[in-house]
T-cell receptor, first 113, second 113 residues
Framework: GAGVSQTPSNKVTEKGKYVELRCDPI?????LYWYRQSLGQGPEFLIY????????DSGLPNDRFFAVRPEGSVSTLKIQRTERGDSAVYLC???????????FGPGTRLLVL | AQSVTQLGSHVSVSEGALVLLRCNYS??????LFWYVQYPNQGLQLLLK??????LVKGINGFEAEFKKSETSFHLTKPSAHMSDAAEYFC???????????FGKGTKLTVNP
């Protein structure tokens, strides 16, 4: 079946611009996660959705970062006033139920010039 | 908070040799532990997970890991390396009600012919 998909696969933007990154989870998966992976590092948690609500946003680095999941399926990660330090691979994962495996998408590689 | 330490950012083995990738964790509660593999330009794929059942966990592609509470370790092994095993490997622990994953920094495995 279809896995987690993320678009775009690559995004180049200029410092100060606004970007949106999209995640399509596996159908029927109620939980959705965003992680950020900087070069040479492991993924770091950003935010977790259970259904439509953000149940844990403790990993968002500052108020320039925001994410939504209005219908409990597709999620969009939004970054305002991008900075060069935001350059990273943004990973999305979904899982079906508690204690089930998180399945990851291929990521969006964001480069802020 | 949970944390994961992966010893050795780079490991190089010969084809057919034993693979040993080290992971130590810190957790105040019985942990759920995971090994993920990341091939170039691909998302994270689950190799195996420990969820408090058997301490020796078998995963895909011939990998296995042993949970040792006394050593707070969850090392990944494979008896005989194959060229296709070349990738980056991440150890992770699940934290909190959200089950967000806390990752180590990763170990890049090189397999030499």
């Amino acid at each position: 079946g279809a896995g987690v998909s993320q678009t775009p696969s690559n995004k180049v933007t200029e410092k100060g611009k606004y970007v949106e990154l999209r995640c399509d989870p596996i159908s029927g998966h109620t939980a959705l996660y965003w992680y950020r992976q900087s070069l040479g590092q492991g993924p770091e948690f950003l935010i977790y959705f259970q259904g439509t609500g953000a149940a844990d946003d403790s990993g968002l680095p500052n108020d320039r970062f925001f994410a939504v999941r209005p219908e409990g399926s597709v999620s969009t990660l939004k970054i305002q006033r991008t900075e060069r330090g935001d350059s990273a691979v943004y990973l999305c994962a979904s899982r079906k139920a508690v204690q089930e495996t998180q399945y990851f998408g291929p990521g969006t590689r964001l480069l802020v010039l | 908070a949970q944390s994961v330490t992966q010893l050795g950012s780079h490991v190089s083995v010969s084809e057919g040799a034993l693979v040993l990738l080290r992971c130590n964790y810190s957790s105040s509660v019985p942990p759920y532990l995971f090994w993920y593999v990341q091939y170039p330009n691909q998302g994270l794929q689950l190799l195996l997970k420990y969820t408090s059942a058997a301490t020796l966990v078998k995963g895909i592609n011939g990998f296995e890991a042993e949970f040792k509470k006394s050593e707070t370790s969850f090392h990944l092994t494979k008896p005989s390396a194959h060229m296709s095993d070349a990738a980056e490997y991440f150890c992770a622990v699940s934290e909190g009600g959200s089950e967000k994953l806390v990752f180590g920094k990763g170990t890049k495995l090189t397999v030499n012919p």
